[in-house]
């Protein structure tokens, strides 16, 4: 369980920032932990303001939500630096699925640190290929805390680290949930998509005939 280093300011202390960057597979509790985060913030009387992708729709429009139903209100941008602006009169900013932003995401979460906010990221670590997402890698670069949750793999109940995309779209983004995306150890991941390129195969051998 993270322990925040600090989570009011306390009466005498300056304003520190610092990065915490939440990652790990879908469904592995990111939003959980983070909303967990932010409400402790709260509880502390920080000044929170969350924002997430304006593209992530799934669920609400403003909220973030998690698998498990708890939500807390959020802006969705477009692009990371709308975020300065709002949150330059905040003690803490939380950023969900953040792996949707561009590379400029790291420099506009660095400029809020550096002028003292706590900046709480989280994201997907590993688009559906297990390849690493957008601006993820360097974020977890910068961080100052860096916190890997895990998901149940629901194949064979074995921890979970990837997130296997159940139809055949070869976009890097596609919304969805658990009609689209499941859970998975890197045993039944690697299964996974040996067995699609094996039907894939077939299927273009099939197409000859
Ligand atoms: P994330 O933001 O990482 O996608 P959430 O915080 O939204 O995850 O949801 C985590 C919740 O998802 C868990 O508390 C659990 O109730 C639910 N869940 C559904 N499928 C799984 C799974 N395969 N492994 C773990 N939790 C799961
Ligand atoms: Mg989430």
């Known amino acids: 369980m993270f322990i ?17 960057v939440v990652v790990g597979s879908m469904f592995s509790g990111k939003t959980e ?4 985060r932010l ?6 009387r920080q000044r929170v303001e969350i924002f997430k992708p304006a593209l992530d729709t799934r669920y609400h429009a403003e909220d973030v939500v998690s698998h498990n139903a708890t939500s807390i209100r959020s802006t969705p941008i477009a692009f990371p630096h709308e975020m300065l602006l709002p949150a330059s009169s905040c003690d803490v900013v939380g950023i969900d699925e953040a792996q949707f932003f561009d ?13 003292g906010v706590r900046v709480i990221v989280a994201g997907l670590d590993m688009d559906y290929q297990g390849k690493p997402f957008g601006p993820m890698p360097a ?3 910068v961080a100052e805390y860096v916190t890997k949750v895990h998901a ?15 139809t055949p779209s070869a976009e890097q983004v596609l919304l969805g949930e658990t009609d689209s995306y499941e859970a998975r150890c890197r045993h039944c991941f690697l299964e996974g ?5 094996a039907l894939g195969t077939a299927v273009a051998e099939a197409a000859k005939h």
């Open 4 to 20: 925040e280093p600090r989570v009011g300011n306390g009466r005498e202390l300056p304003r520190r920032g610092w990065i915490e």
């Open 33 to 36: 932990e983070l909303i967990r």
């Open 39 to 44: 409400n402790r913030a709260k509880i502390a």
């Open 103 to 115: 590379q400029s995401l790291v420099e506009v979460c660095n400029q809020l640190a550096d002028h």
């Open 139 to 141: 974020l977890l670069a």
């Open 152 to 166: 149940v793999c629901v194949r064979c109940g074995d921890i979970a680290t990837y997130s296997f995309r159940k």
């Open 193 to 197: 998509q040996q067995e699609r390129t």
